[in-house]
């Protein structure tokens, strides 16, 4: 019977120690590191470096004004042109958050582009809206172009979410632009890997080089992220 008080002080005391242990931890200050959660990784750490591109296409990481372009490139719509029908018109996707590096081929006039956006919206919206929109026209001043775009199936990749997508932008002059462009979204950013040719319609893109680029940064996104 002799045992009960103490059991009874035992777990009060522990209790206390319990109470005051969390108190000092919520209470106590500590220096935010660039490893805490509270601090974003900067867009350029987590955009794959020039050195990892393929050695045949020569890459820069690119300013603003070069991310602005490559990114309207990507969808295949200058910002400003007015889409018919209007429901396929690609949302817009801010410079200031988006990082870019391309490489470029100058033998055959193809490019590729690894472009890194946070945050970004998910991507089921945008699958969906070019499920609705295999075809539509943008015009931009006195162009004219028409855009097809095809889904494939989406890429094998270490991510939340994933597409994969060809389009051809046929302008009225008839110069054509063709992309494919493998996407993923890993937690709030988005991956946006391209390969893309100006013009000579009949060579097939570089599946493997893309797939590998692509590889290669949706584990470095991952891992920095």
């Not at 900067?42 to 490559?70: C, H, K, M, N, Q």
């Not at 889904?151 to 270490?158: E, G, N, R, S």
């Amino acid at each position: 019977m002799s045992r009960l008080p103490i059991v009874g002080c035992a777990l009060l005391v522990a209790a206390a120690l319990f109470t005051g242990c969390t108190r000092v931890i919520v209470g106590s200050m500590h220096p935010v590191t660039p490893g805490d959660a509270s601090t974003p990784i900067p867009l350029a750490d987590l955009l794959i470096g020039p050195d990892r591109f393929p050695e045949r296409y020569s890459a820069t990481v690119l300013d603003a004004t070069a991310v602005y372009r490559v990114l309207q490139d990507i969808d295949g719509v200058p910002a400003g042109s007015a889409v018919t029908p209007s429901m396929c018109a690609p949302p817009p996707i801010a410079a200031h958050d988006s990082a870019a590096a391309q490489g470029n081929d100058s033998q055959d006039a193809s490019s590729l582009i690894v472009a890194v956006t946070r945050p970004a919206p998910p991507l089921r919206a945008r699958v969906e809206q070019l499920t609705e929109c295999p075809s539509f026209t943008a015009v931009h001043g006195p162009d004219t172009s028409t855009v097809t775009a095809t889904l494939l199936a989406a890429p094998p990749v270490d991510a939340d979410d994933s597409y994969a997508v060809e389009q051809t932008v046929t302008a009225q002059s008839g110069s054509v632009r063709r992309t494919l462009t493998l996407v993923a979204q890993i937690g709030e950013g988005q991956l946006r890997v391209t390969w893309m040719q100006d013009g000579a319609p009949e060579t097939a893109p570089d599946s493997q080089s893309l797939d590998t680029l692509f590889t290669d940064a949706a584990l470095k996104v991952r891992r920095a992220g």
